[in-house]
């Protein structure tokens, strides 16, 4: 036997088998709540709109719709998408090109192939995407953590970290940011707030990539523009995804930015996976222009409010002397800070004993701060069970307060 | 505007966009013969059964092909992977992994990714898989040649080169071959040539990669075993696809092999792309289930068998003197050498204004050889196509040889 192990390439050594899939596995096959996942609420796929669509795709053009299509994706779908983005305020510019992926990970994934060597400096939200942070730890970069706050990405600590840099000599290669409906925070950052980001990072030229999944569930009456809508000078590549949206098992996602940006990203998705599924494209494509798309999100949007009410009016009268916790506007989450010291990676498998789970914090820090913190969706549970499972988690905190 | 070019990764500035990719777009909606492509013959998409597969699966058991899945796969399409390639002879073995990737290409990718630095030694057939050449040569691995001759990979030349890389102290990361119906040589390896690369590479203890889209596509009787087969010692990781035995629109391919070395390649999957997508996996499962993948591949394997018999028997009549070629004995590709020393890259232009497109041999060459040879696949264009195709190259390359 080859000793896979000693030969495993230094980026494979960089990556962390996830102690937190390990712990979330002993939910699998149990009756638990679970304010774990963020998997959209499988009630709102629209089956019988999907199940004839692929059937009419394959039926009526299926020597394209199964046949390989062009790394950028199907030209046709891509239009499509640039019609839908334009529609919901997301600004395609002259020059602008947008490439389809598999799921907005892949999309994640090939702008730190084509722009991050290791030892290369990123900027990153703290708390932050998980996956962000597993990527650049891959990729042998150099962390720079940004605090959010309840109006999202701090621009001064922005702006002091970049400072320090900057007197190391040292220039970022981007900015990563999830401004509305943050995951994990639930924090939308403020417009004053993405006014000085885009000035910040338009000071210091760097990159800024806004993931966007969330953005489409805003509850409330929020003025916001996205970042890529706000950016003249090119300096945004935007990632989206269908996964919440539509269906995340199509596993459709997208980069939108500058023609320079994205072709380079191309060049290396020709070597990761050649293209996306092609039927996955078409369906998505009818899906949008059937208005199937715009159907989920008024649907999501008042079914994830229901839920987001019930898990804060839960929180409210469970756990106010408990700890604080974030009230988003929209978006799948909840994150939790307890007052006292507790270890809620430690607590998870007690918490899963009695029926309840959730993400710890520590996930979601550079370096394993944020112990006392977690992250609560409230997206995949039914309204009655996410009471409850507030009031199993409120019961085992109060008794580690003690 | 962010000076993308500038910094761009070093990653991605080992990229070399394809000059052939280029020229082959001059192919793009004009009605010329391509014996370039290898898209497999779209009569063969069994469009009706999967349109009711897809139909089927989605409006039934929506909930879980419309969600996201495992990083390593559905696990039902896993357990019906590996019962079907068992049955046509691949080893299962006991401590074995499938992981499903998107399209084997990414497969490929994640075993490169997972075991190869920049500076590490590969050993690659040449002429070899262009898409392999093209990601070692991202990965910055030093890719070692390998030659093939009519009985597949040469394990003498392999002895040789390993023997010098043993003297110089490098021990190799792994042998790359794509040893039955080969791409781009049409070439099947030998038995006793099989036997021997297992002894070699346990001699030296190094991995083997088979990568095996053809081998389901033999038009004669020719006993051969899977090195994967073979293999007794844990050293053969096996690659397939559903992109020729089924369609490849869907985007499905596996890797096969030793579990710590599928795991490796799992936890890169999980920051590449999370999980292929998981309606294409359902639909796979379901053709394997309902006896379409057999049907498709008894169906192709006569179809490309009289394609195949078309351009042999039109090469022989028109090409005799010209050159020298491979007699596949299945697959999609028969790989020329001309006599004369012509420039089969600089002729391409001509070539296609006249009607026809192939693909230049250089490509699938290391460091620029193969310039008097090319690569012609029969797989898509119709029988009476490919006889008036290859007098049109017959012609131009008579000219040129003057």
Redesign the interface.
Known sequence: ??D??A??????NR?V?SDVRELLKLTEGRKIISFAGG??D?SL?P??D???I???V??ER??R?????PTPGVGEFRRELAGYLERVGVAVREGDEILV???S??AL?LLG?????PG?TVLVEEPGYL?AI??FR?LGARMVPVKVDSEGLNTDDLRKKLEALDKEGVKP?LIYTNPTCNNPNGTTMTMSRRRELLDIAGEY???IVEDDPYSYFTFEEVEFQHLKTMDK???VVYLGTM?KIL?????IGWALG?A??IR?ME??K???????????QY?AMEAIRRGIVDRVVAKAKSLYKRKRDEMLAAMDENMADLGEWTRPIGGFFIFFKANAKLDFKAMLPEAVERGVAYVPGQAFYIEGDGRSTMRLSYSEPKPEEIRKGIELLAGIIREKTG
């Open positions: 036997m080859v896979y192990d030969i495993a390439s230094s980026l494979a990556i088998a998997l959209p499988p796929f089956k019988e999907l199940a004839e692929a059937r009419q394959i039926s299926g020597e719709v199964l046949q390989y299509s992926s598999t799921g990970q892949e994934f192939m084509a722009f991050v060597d290369d996956a597993n990527l891959m290669k030229d760097v990159m000078e090119g300096r996964s269906v995340p098992g199509l596993r500058p320079k940006a380079r060049l290396v020709q070597i990761v996976d050649l293209h996306s599924s092609t039927l996955s369906i």
